[in-house]
């Protein structure tokens, strides 16, 4: 379920693969929320995810609360580019300074949420309790 206000973008989630990434001690978090994706980088030793995990995406012009037990960062939407392939999603790109952020969606979030490349966002991840 995605919700939205001009200030936050709100998602619901889980989490599919915790995978390594290319570089030393880093990995890659796969979440699927509804007919939204997203992948995000997290270096190892922070890691507070497992798989099967229900988690709450957070994206928002303004700073969120958050505790010590969520992931959260800020940094600059990058790009929003469209596949090329026969789906066509759209995918983009937010950088936490390193940290890479990828949300492939069928629509473009720039528009649909009137986001532009450069603008400052937070980005936090939390988990839900069951």
Do not use: W
């Not at 995978?19 to 979440?31: R, T, Y």
């Not at 099967?52 to 505790?67: F, G, N």
């Amino acid at each position: 379920m995605m919700e939205s206000s001009t200030q936050e973008i709100n998602l619901n989630c889980e989490i599919n693969s915790i995978e390594k990434g290319s570089l030393k001690n880093l990995l890659i978090v796969k979440l699927s929320c509804d007919s939204i994706n997203v992948n995000f980088d997290i270096v190892e030793n922070i890691n507070i995810f497992n798989e099967k995990d229900r988690v709450r995406v957070i994206i928002s012009r303004a700073k969120p609360s958050y505790t010590n037990k969520d992931f959260c960062g800020h940094g600059y939407i990058v790009t929003e580019l469209k596949d090329t392939t026969q789906d066509g999603k759209y995918n983009l790109i937010i950088s936490l300074f390193g940290l890479l952020v990828k949300i492939s969606n069928k629509e473009s979030l720039l528009k649909t949420f009137r986001l532009n490349v450069m603008d400052h966002v937070y980005f936090c991840v939390k988990k839900i309790s069951s």
